[in-house]
């Protein structure tokens, strides 16, 4: 039988993406520096490796709303709520830009950012224009940072979380691996942190109803809007689009390097290519 995770050597085209609630401290919401550091260390050594690197970053919403000191954005449906969610995002993406920009060139890399809503995918102009961008900035080196577009997409138009807008942007550059750093170890039968006896899995070679189903536990974090059921939504995206997928935690950054040394960590999601997967379908009928 192939090994899998051997398979994970030769991969070309990375996507990672990685959370609010990894990026920040749990006890001040204030940007965790160090493991911001190791990230882009890691992403700059894969890239280094020759290998086409895309991060996916959330944290613009929490960056901004540290910079103007709100603690708490009450409900998004109320429209005064919505602009200080986008108006924070609007400060937090500069930020955060900031602060990547600044660490990859320390490790002499070029990053350019993608920021992208559902009309991205949907619109066939715009995702002729964005699949373009896409190549050519690998083409040329560069580290693309990704996020959603959150000071214009509203609930019509939103994504909604990063965990989904990687898969999406795995899809549409045809990238060979998504990895999904996030606050859990992987997928587990039940949510471990209210049931003890909840057993990891690995290794996942198809995505079947029951385990949609498994997924509806939430990791509980108050920060970031991905749970295990979105990231279940990316593994399907991913795998039907031809990439593997690993969710892994965030804990230790120096995961990716194993990971990509072909360890058995976090749950992998075995690619699963479909030509009939239609990525526009799918993204048009999100939240529907
Ligand atoms: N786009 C949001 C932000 O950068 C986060 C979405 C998510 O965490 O899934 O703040």
Redesign the pocket.
Known sequence: MVNLRELIKDKKRIVVKI??SSLQHKETGDMDYIRLEKLVRELSDIRNQGKDVILVT?????AGKKAVGITEIKSESNSHAMAVKQAC?AI?QARLMMTYNKLFSEYNQVSAQILMTKNTIVDNLNRYNAHNTFTELLAMGVIPVV??N?TVATYEIEIG???TLSAIVAALVDADLLILLSDIDGLYTDDPRKNKDAKFIDLVEEITPELMEMGKASTGSGV???GMSTKLIAAKIATASGADMVIANSEDIGVLHRIMNGKNIGTLFASNKDDNFDLVGFVENLHK
Do not use: H, K, L, P
């Open positions: 959370g609010s959330s944290g613009a919403i929490a995002s937090g996020n959603e959150d979380d990063n965990d970031g809007t991905g």
